[in-house]
């Protein structure tokens, strides 16, 4: 405390001596023409961005950077921009996901080492919202987020387009001889054509739709287009707010709690999100020492059925979402299931933002009693294939296959799968289950979103559009399917995905919520034993690779790295000099 009652904020501790550390901490930071007295002891506010040409969905927020920095100034704090890694999903290989633990610990170790008091996160791109807030929630200094917001509805052809739906679509039109190769690639420019994430209810969508139902960024930040000016305005207000937000000491922890966890798993059900959002919440719970099991998706979805018609699951885009009314009102169709107690970054509860909630297009939006589907959210299965669960989107899986008994066709790696997939000679048939292993966390490594394998060629010209696909890997969040994913344990940690063969029969019971290999035990033992007896797959020989397959947890913990679970605070007791 200063003598006139003022908390002493975390960045005196390095501006405001009058030593040599605090000639150190202010003079190199004077090189980027900062007068001396913007280190008076004012708020200092770090905008953590994860702004990169290599993430396209991320492309613009350099300059949403410096609409949050005119209002962190005008509130009377210093803004400190700083990057973080990008993650761009459709760039990076084996996968983005290989990296989101990487760029929370990096996103972790910038804000606790630095002196900040508060954070604006900026992010879009599936793995950078989770990567970013996994990475504050475990300092818990004041933070809120600015998404990148969703690209401009996808064009082609006169007619509206999504990111990644319709690549799916369109790629198993040209398998099936449906659509040329030219007409496939003119699809591609129309289909991105503004910065900004995914336009679909994909993961992007899902995670910024959570994160503003769960109260870390101000209403609408789910949703706003990305190049609509109401989206910058939003930047200036946040970096207003942050500032207010470390005055009264506001963390992470104060808004992240159990409440707004079942929050968000509700909202998630409304919106038909993305199945990613289960991992990624279970690992940013795993932070904040919020209770939270798979089980809970399920049950706190169970009631809750498909209100907002968005791709993959429906048919508009996030355009359409946001122009009907958004999140605000949307949570007005469900607000009987909310805790509206909750409150936001914003300062005002979950229930004061819905009392402002409308809806304008209940096409878009739809009441509780004409759902676009009336079973949403995410069921969770278990059985002799899925001890620790698996899980599976009951919206965009074909209502005729949610029961299903057929027999296994066995990939051992994603290559195996592309190298059969397209033989003329691979005996499957429509009632087959096509069956991956070796994508888990551990196996690819990073889980890599592959668990909507396409279907074979034959089947496709025979007109059919959907089969029971089983795999230890996640799916985009774009992508629809009767399709099982995030099968735990995964096959390289010993998982019983290991030990189906071809031919084998599976039994998925969606509605009894159990997915069961139909060997007897004695058999499985056997082949236990056979697979015991082989070499174990090698790790990674150095670098994070390693750090990765030798930490990282399963599915249905969230896919962290063991020793990130929890936080550490903000305190660094030592000095640099
Ligand atoms: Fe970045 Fe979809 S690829 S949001
Ligand atoms: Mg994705």
New binding site residues.
């Given amino acids: 405390m200063t003598d006139d009652g003022k908390r002493t904020l975390r960045s005196a501790h390095s501006y405001g001596k009058l030593d040599r550390d605090g000639f150190i901490h202010r003079s190199w930071m004077k090189n980027q023409g900062l007068p001396g007295d913007v280190f008076d002891g004012r708020p200092v506010i770090g905008i953590c961005n994860t702004w990169s040409e290599l993430?396209?969905?991320?492309s613009h927020l350099r300059e949403v950077a410096e609409h949050v920095k005119r209002g962190v100034w005008e509130a009377g704090g210093l803004p400190v921009e700083f990057p973080a890694m990008s993650l761009?999903?459709?760039q990076m290989r084996p996968t983005a996901m290989l990296f989101r633990n990487l760029l929370a610990m990096e996103v972790e170790e910038s804000i606790r080492g630095n002196p900040i008091d508060g954070v604006v996160l900026l992010g879009?791109?599936?793995k950078?919202t989770p990567g970013q807030i996994m990475g504050a929630a475990s300092v818990d200094l004041p933070t809120m987020v600015i998404s990148?917001g969703?690209?401009l509805n996808g064009k082609y052809r006169g007619k509206d387009i999504g990111?990644?739906t319709d690549v799916w679509k369109f790629s198993e039109a040209v398998r099936a001889g449906e659509m040329t190769l030219k007409d496939f690639m003119g699809a591609e420019a129309g289909m991105s054509r503004s910065p900004?994430?995914?336009m679909t209810m994909?993961?992007?969508?899902t995670m910024a739709c959570l994160i503003e139902a769960m109260g870390l960024s101000l209403p609408f930040n789910g949703t706003l287009p990305a190049m609509d000016a109401r989206r910058r305005a939003m930047a200036h207000e946040t970096g207003r707010r942050i500032v207010a937000m470390v005055k009264d000491d506001v963390k992470p922890s104060h808004i992240l709690t159990r409440a707004a966890f079942e929050n968000a798993i509700r909202v998630h059900a409304a919106i038909g999100g993305s199945t990613n959002a289960v991992i990624h919440l279970l690992a940013l719970a795993g932070r904040l020492g919020v209770e939270l099991s798979l089980e809970d998706f399920d049950a706190l979805s169970a009631d809750i059925p498909l209100l907002v018609d968005l791709q993959p699951s429906g048919q508009y885009l996030m355009e359409d979402f946001h122009y009907a009314g958004a999140l605000p009102g949307l949570m007005t169709k469900i607000k009987d299931k909310l805790n509206l107690d909750a409150v936001t970054v914003g300062g005002m509860t979950i229930g004061d933002i819905v009392a402002e909630g409308e809806v304008y297009n209940d096409e878009v939006i739809r009441p509780r009693t004409n759902p676009v589907k009336p079973v949403s959210g995410i069921w969770v299965l278990r059985g002799n294939l899925a001890p620790d669960g698996a899980v599976m989107k009951p919206n965009a899986a074909s209502p005729e296959l949610l029961t299903h008994r057929g027999r296994a066709v066995v990939f051992d790696t994603i290559e195996d799968f592309k190298a059969r997939i397209d033989d003329p000679a691979l005996e499957v048939d429509e009632t087959s289950m096509l069956v991956l292993r070796g994508c888990g966390p551990k196996g690819y490594p990073g889980m890599p979103e592959v668990g909507n394998m396409p279907l074979p060629p034959k089947l496709l010209a025979k007109g059919v559009k959907d089969m029971v696909r089983i795999s230890d890997a996640r799916m985009?969040?774009?992508a629809f399917g009767t399709v099982v994913l995030h099968v735990a344990p995964e096959s390289t940690a010993g998982g019983p995905l290991a030990l189906v063969r071809t031919g084998d029969e599976i039994e998925l019971n969606g509605p009894g919520r159990s997915l069961s290999l139909l060997v007897d035990e004695a058999e499985l033992a056997r082949r236990r034993a056979e697979l015991a007896a082989q070499p174990a797959a090698p790790i990674p020989a150095r670098g994070y690779y390693r750090l990765h397959v030798e930490h990282v947890m399963q599915a249905d913990k969230g896919c962290d790295l063991d020793f990130l679970v929890g936080a550490s605070g903000d305190r660094v007791t030592r000095e640099s000099h």
């Fill in positions: 993430t396209p969905c991320n761009g999903e459709t879009g791109c599936d950078t990148s969703p690209m990111s990644g900004g994430t995914c994909g993961t992007a969508s985009s969040g774009t």
